[in-house]
């Protein structure tokens, strides 16, 4: 039982490069969320998906994208970085209203 | 908006001695609320939740908490910190018909002193 798994693990990108961030999980639950972590600004919530085919922004979506690929996997895109995206991204899931399993981040680094 | 409060951006403490990090929220409906904890370069471990019933609440590495509605708040304490609670903590409240959403606070850093 793997958990919340990311990929990649680290990422130096250029701006302007898009990329595309993975994050599975095998707990059977139907809620995931996508966060950003900065210095002094706790976890911002980016985007989420309370179940199979449906997302919704949540208080940072602007610059990305997401897609519930099936109740499994849940993917952040990054059309076009910019310096600002500089961050360390979080994948997380929950069932309803219980504990939110987060992955082990992916660390983003954009030049 | 909902917001979560955490006062002490840094607290730093001796090993052995007791420990409180503190934690306000500001909801209009009946909250739900954890505490996890991030240690250097790692994701985020739960440590405790309360979603209703006894108002204080045990979680793992011998932290508890204690919700405390007329206050707001829901602060985490340890009897007797070890080196090894070094770490960022993190307060985070839901509530009930909030999307599963989560809020979070933005962390208390620990320093342990030997």
């Known amino acids: 039982n793997a958990g919340v798994t990311q990929t990649p693990k680290f990422q130096v990108l250029k701006t302007g490069q898009s990329m595309t961030l993975q994050c599975a999980q095998d707990?059977?639950?139907?809620?995931m969320y996508w966060y950003r972590q900065d210095p002094g600004m706790g976890l911002r919530l980016i985007y989420y998906s309370a179940s199979e085919g449906t997302t919704d922004k949540g208080e940072v979506p602007n610059g990305y994208n997401v897609s519930r690929l099936n109740k499994r996997e849940f993917s952040l895109r990054l059309e076009s970085a910019a310096p600002s995206q500089t961050s360390v991204y979080f994948c997380a899931s929950t069932q309803y209203q219980e504990t939110q399993y987060f992955g082990p981040g992916t660390r983003l680094l954009v030049l | 908006a909902q917001s979560v409060t955490q006062p002490d951006i840094h607290i730093t403490v001796s090993e052995g001695a007791s420990l409180e990090l503190r934690c306000n929220y500001s909801y209009g409906a009946t909250p739900y609320l954890f505490w996890y904890v991030q240690s250097p370069g790692q994701g985020l471990q739960l440590l405790l939740k309360?979603?209703?019933?006894?108002?204080l609440v045990q979680g793992i590495k011998g932290f508890e908490a204690e919700f405390k509605r007329s206050q707001s708040s829901f602060n985490l304490r340890k009897p007797s910190v070890h080196w090894s609670d070094a770490a960022e903590y993190f307060c985070a409240v839901g509530f009930t018909g909030g999307g599963n959403k989560l809020t979070f606070g933005t962390g208390t850093q620990l320093k342990v002193e030997l």
């Open positions: 707990m059977n639950h139907n809620s």
């Open positions: 309360y979603f209703s019933g006894d108002t």
